[in-house]
């Protein structure tokens, strides 16, 4: 096969290894000026392993890092994994079979986790169906979900959303139609705190849906795929939304007003696509207040004073950041493309720890995934756990300096597989990977509880809610999304 054959369905931001090395795929190009003629390979490393920052010969062909940057021939690159190559593609036989045989392993233990995470006695438990329901909701992969009530809303790569009825376990209603909804893939969905559903979308556009049927309404302000979202409440029972962007903007809504009006500002200050977000609420005593980080892929995060509308830059982060999330109103956790997690402190203005969470003698894994476990309502933490590409789940104790409790391997590592999303159910931690397997962990002892192969494609998000079915039957909903749910 020739270069130009190699290349064929090779696209910018798909992860690949060259030579062992690991990183992502920064420029495609042809004939280049001072270099031999044919295609060429632009490789950004996660490691300081390349020859260049991306300029060659004088001339700029993608950014990074110093030594990060590789400009390679298209047979030297394998890719990893690509969000395009997803679309109509069936899971390979030994993903499936891979995921099943480890469903085997696991399943002796379901029905006792079953038990604790629903209430139920084991014996009882026996009776749930362990599989679950199996909805075949589209030919497309789904990306994203959120649960409110009895409704979970799930959105797809088809350019609709999917609205499931968690008690009856069946498909409610589809968020798409000829005059309503998106016309790219659907990145993020949230439910509002009035239960209406907001999502984002590739085609950079913003639709609050309903509260039923298939009827929205569009809010304009990004020019670019919608990367992340985050609804929350003031006090005074306002409805607000955050949401990120590749166009490198943070836009703050005021969903109680028409959607003409809806943008309460535009926050600018990043220089890269902006990848993930996350707020809190700096206490509940405070009225309308949120407190807002922001990250992007030139690895720098932004603090920022929504009322003010200025920002604390705060760099120092190798690759990309990957992930966010609070601890308090005080203090955030940054996840980054190095594997490390870094603690920031508000007040102090600085870095209070830093955790090689997902750095082993053999490389390092993007921090995917940072979920806190809170204990009680004053946001006392207990827990923070995370996930990363070396397909790792770490329990780090907050009181203790961030220390590991518990490294969770059974995730089965290789280059192909990664894991995709994490959730938190009471004391159990589910976490999804893509080569389909759901995999549950107690996070207070440290204990393998079930798995199961869950999907025939990777399980790209999760969401856990307690669903009323009935006067006195209370169960825990999972739910996995791949090219089925």
């Given at each position: ?9 090779m ?17 495609l ?18 490691q ?7 300029t060659?010969?004088?001339?700029k ?25 997803l ?6 036989a ?29 014996e009882?438990?026996?009776?749930q169906?362990?599989?679950g ?51 790219e ?14 999502s ?67 926050l600018?200050?990043?220089?890269a ?12 005593e ?5 407190s807002?980080?922001?990250?992007d ?38 996840g980054?493309?190095d ?7 508000v ?14 003698q ?8 940072i ?6 309502p004053?946001?006392a ?27 969770f391997?059974?995730?089965k ?54 669903v009323m ?17």
């Amino acid at each position: 096969m020739g270069d130009r054959g190699a290349a064929e369905h090779m696209e910018v931001g798909q992860r690949c290894v060259v030579d062992g090395n690991t990183g992502e795929i920064a420029f495609l190009g042809s004939d280049l000026p001072d270099l031999p003629s044919g295609m060429w390979v632009g490789v950004v490393y996660d490691q300081p392993v390349g020859k260049n920052d991306g300029t060659i010969k004088g001339k700029k062909y993608f950014k990074c890092q110093k030594n990060h940057g590789h400009l390679v021939r298209p047979d030297k690159v394998k890719v990893l994994y690509a969000e395009t190559a997803l679309l109509g593609r069936k899971a390979t036989a030994g993903h499936a079979s891979r995921s099943h045989a480890l469903n085997d392993n696991y399943m002796e233990n379901f029905h006792a986790a079953y038990a604790l995470l629903s209430g139920e006695t084991p014996e009882a438990a026996k009776q749930q169906n362990a599989e679950g329901t199996l909805l075949d909701l589209s030919d497309r992969p789904n990306t994203c979900i959120s649960v409110w009530g009895g409704e979970a809303v799930i959105g797809s790569t088809d350019h609709a959303l999917y609205g499931i009825d968690l008690v009856k376990q069946r498909k409610s209603r589809t968020l798409y139609t000829k005059t309503h909804g998106h016309t790219e893939w659907v990145t993020c969905v949230s439910h509002t705190a009035d239960g209406r559903v907001l999502s984002g979308g590739m085609d950079g556009k913003l639709c609050l849906w309903n509260k039923a049927g298939a009827q929205c309404s569009d809010l304009q302000g990004h020019s670019a795929s919608i990367s992340d979202m985050k609804a929350v409440q003031s006090d005074g029972g306002g409805n607000f939304a955050f949401t990120s962007s590749y166009d490198k903007t943070v836009c703050v809504w005021d969903l109680s007003k028409h959607a003409s009006r809806a943008l309460a500002s535009s926050l600018k200050g990043h220089s890269a696509p902006v990848l993930c977000m996350a707020v809190v609420r700096a206490s509940e005593e405070e009225a309308e207040t949120s407190s807002l980080v922001s990250g992007d892929r030139d690895g720098v995060a932004m603090l920022w004073d929504v009322e003010a509308n200025k920002s604390r830059r705060i760099p120092g982060h190798g690759g990309h950041i990957t992930s966010l999330a609070w601890l308090d109103g005080n203090t955030f956790l940054v996840g980054a493309q190095d594997g490390k997690v870094k603690v920031w402190d508000v007040r102090e203005e600085r870095f209070i720890h830093q955790i090689a969470a997902h750095v082993t003698q053999q490389g390092s894994g993007a921090v995917g995934n940072i979920v806190v476990r809170r204990t009680s309502p004053n946001m006392a933490t207990t827990d923070v756990v995370t996930a990363g590409a070396d397909c790792r789940v770490q329990v780090l104790d907050a009181r203790s300096g961030f220390q590991p409790r518990f490294t969770f391997t059974e995730h089965k590592f290789n280059l192909e597989d990664f894991i995709y999303s994490l959730a938190m159910a009471g004391s159990i931690i589910l976490s999804g990977a893509g080569d389909g397997m759901l995999l549950a962990h107690d996070v207070e002892t440290g204990a393998v509880c079930w798995g199961l192969g869950a999907n025939k494609a990777a399980v790209r998000c999760i969401a856990s809610a307690e669903v009323m079915a009935g006067k006195s039957t209370s169960e825990v909903i999972d739910r996995t999304v791949g090219p089925e749910i």
